[in-house]
């Protein structure tokens, strides 16, 4: 029987794999990653710079409009950078130009529902 | 009103304002501002074969945040600090606080576990003065073995009630049947008092059936699984 971090493990790559992104983790809204995979350089910042700029995108989303906020996308020349809010973690995922953002925030859906799952946050 | 307390104070709009913009996500900030200063504070000690323990507690001596002790080793480190300046200051100003405040000293403990033990440790703070709680508590552990609080606990199962000692038996019934709950409503359905089911449910959180956390001032627990 594998381990729960191979399940975590193998979970995000099914993403990865699903979606061509070039990198992804999932994260507590606290900035804890929970599983990454592909990421380089100071990996625990840059997780924890992505669930502020999800934390930040809620607040100004809640306040300005009263809404409550689904992912976030950032546009970039080079591709793009998606955090998304699941019921009680993130994902954030890096992904080239061509990559198709409906496919990467339906996948993001998923994989965040099936590694909560995994994790009994459900 | 002295200097010390003014700086406290300062501290306190930042974390306030903070949460106001960000919620947990922008208190992450504070948080690895204090594993950065715990790293600069505990980087010349590393050698030194200290416990990081007790660098913790000379630490948050030294930088007069308030009176830490360990109070648990295993299976986790648990400290608790009496008389947290944040968390007195934060009062002060803003009165009971809905989140734990002192996330700078959890960055702190951190940092501390992680350099002396050489592997990524996070901290928690489990319980706040500023919430409500006679004490800050702070739950340190190694990120690969518990990356989120359910992974330290275990599920419940009436299978495990049966090998509880007999004085946690109905509690763990309750919490089983209740899912959610403050030791107030344990207690009206064991018709013990709340301060005795508090420490019954604490015994069973230390044993990972239960995740404490504190909710308006008030402890609250539920069920893993």
Redesign the interface.
Known sequence: MSS??DQLSRSLLSFIRATGAKSAAVL????????HEAIEGDV??AI?VA??????S??AVELLGGWSLDYVIMKCKEGHVLVKKGRQLLLTAVAEERAAVGLLVHEADRVLKEIEGL???Q | MSEDQKLWEVLAAVIQQAWEMGRESALTILYLAGRRLGTRLTSPHVQAGIAPEDLAVAIVRELCLGELELIQKKPEHVYRLSGSRIADAFVRLFGQSQFPVCCAIAGILAAVHELVKGMPHHCEEVACKASGAEFCEFLVYPVPTAVTEIQIAKPLTPFDILALPPELKRTAMVMLALKEAAAEEVAQRTGRSAEEEAHLLDALAERGYLVKRIREGKAVYRVAG
């Open positions: 729960l971090a507590r809204v606290d900035g804890l990653p929970v599983v625990r910042t924890a669930a502020s700029v999800l934390g930040f809620e607040r994790l009994r946050l």
